[in-house]
């Protein structure tokens, strides 16, 4: 069993920057393949990025493409999703996502494991 908890959302002025973490407990996150995804309010959980579990892989939603980065301290059993240029439109519950192999997947299908979420509020 792997446990996921993010943090670091918050209020933002279109244009700041937010760093989420994704602290893990249970067992290591080194093995796995490790996304982020976000709900806004009455639309359905989307894909924003993920990587393998040794990160050479990634890919990004292109709504974030250039934008956000995805990154992991193995030492931490932590995953990092750094935004910047932030835009109202990104405001969401994030969600951090692990699964139980080590390719990663764009859909929420594709994940065992997920935290709580974290809210993220970009203003104008």
């Known amino acids: 069993q792997v446990q996921l908890a993010e943090s670091g959302g918050g209020l933002v002025q279109a244009g700041g920057s937010l760093r989420l973490s994704c602290a893990a407990s249970g067992r290591t996150l080194s093995a796995s393949a490790v996304g982020w995804f976000r709900q806004a309010p009455e639309k359905e959980r989307e894909f924003v990025a993920a990587?393998?579990?040794?990160?050479?892989?990634?890919a990004y939603a292109d709504s974030v493409k250039g934008r956000f980065t995805i990154s992991r301290d193995n030492t931490k059993n932590t995953v990092y999703l750094q935004m910047t240029s932030l835009k109202p439109e990104d405001t969401a519950v994030y969600y951090c996502?692990?699964?139980?192999?080590?390719?990663?997947?764009?859909?929420?299908?594709?994940?065992?494991?997920w935290g709580p979420g974290t809210q993220v509020t970009v203003s104008s």
């Open positions: 996502a692990a699964r139980t192999t080590a390719i990663r997947g764009m859909s929420p299908g594709d994940y065992r494991y």
């Open positions: 990587f393998n579990w040794n990160g050479a892989s990634t």
